[in-house]
């Protein structure tokens, strides 16, 4: 699963090893001993990768980690950062030679969320501010 994901950017490095708690997947490399510590049901371990519903919905670490890995990129101005952020769809220039699925990244070189261009059009698939619109 979160393979085939980072595949689609580009990325042929190895995955993180991941231990899911609940719909959350989190990446322990990092962690000595993954055997239970406590005797409740953690909540949280390692470093967050990502959750999964209907789609996976990528932590800002792992945005960050997927846009130092990966060259399918494109640069945002500052106008456009704050429309992909409130997760509108960006119209391109003429002449875009990407196509398909890529990273969207602010002048500060943080990645911001991720979309696919197709016809000159950056369609918002996932961007930072999605879990605030999301809450009810």
Partial sequence: MLKSFI???GITADVPKLKQLGNAF????DLKHVKP???FFPVYAGKK???RTHQILPSVDFLQ???SHSKKKINLSKQE???FICGRDLPLK???VQTGLVLAINQHNECLGYG??????LKNLFDIAHHMRKKK
């Fill in 7 to 9: 595949e689609r950017f």
């Fill in 26 to 29: 989190f990446d322990v490399s």
């Fill in 37 to 39: 510590l406590f005797k």
């Fill in 49 to 51: 990768i990502c959750a």
């Fill in 65 to 67: 980690w997927l846009a």
């Fill in 81 to 83: 950062e704050w429309l």
């Fill in 94 to 96: 003429q002449g875009s």
């Fill in 116 to 121: 696919e261009i197709h016809n000159n059009k």
